[in-house]
């Protein structure tokens, strides 16, 4: 399997989480329970990829606004580092924090030096860092 359909699998289930299980609805009204209990697809070419090579996503190969979504999905699916799934973790960390305060928590844990994979679910759908985020990492220009 070659990176580019990786990426469309990415896309395209990212896209199913948003508009068949209402995933962004889910996250506005705070129902974590409902979100931990989605179902998070992976194909097992997909899969093998992630395990022997570093997918190195780019800005510019995640669509606007689907940062925490792709996350949540990464850290459902996978067992692989940040720095092996993103071109660049940190700046797809403050991308992701624009997309609102679950956003900015996960983005402080990954700031922070964790993997999306190691985040239990209690941390990863709260707003506990959202405030470390703010006072740590947010500078002019970061989150707008």
């Known amino acids: 399997m070659k990176k ?3 990426v ?13 299980e209402q995933f962004d609805d889910l996250v506005k009204a705070n129902r974590f329970d409902e979100l931990k209990q989605l179902e998070y697809r992976i194909s097992k070419p ?21 940062c925490f979504v792709t996350a949540t999905w990464f850290a459902s699916c996978t067992g692989e580092q940040n720095d092996s799934l993103f071109k660049s973790p940190e700046q797809f960390a ?6 609102g305060r679950l956003g900015k928590n996960v983005a402080a844990l990954m700031l922070d030096g964790w993997d999306l994979f190691e985040i ?11 405030e470390e985020f703010e006072e740590k990492y947010t500078f002019e220009g970061a989150t707008d």
């Not at 997909?46 to 689907?66: K, N, T």
């Open 120 to 130: 239990d679910n209690e941390d990863y759908f709260s707003d506990r860092y959202v």
């Open 8 to 20: 469309a699998f990415i896309k395209k289930e990212t896209k199913r989480l948003r508009e068949e």
């Open 94 to 99: 403050y991308r992701m924090a624009r997309e």
């Open 4 to 6: 580019e359909e990786v």
């Open 46 to 66: 997909v899969h093998d990829f992630l395990y022997q090579e570093c997918l190195d996503l780019r800005d510019e190969e995640i669509e606007e606004g689907a």
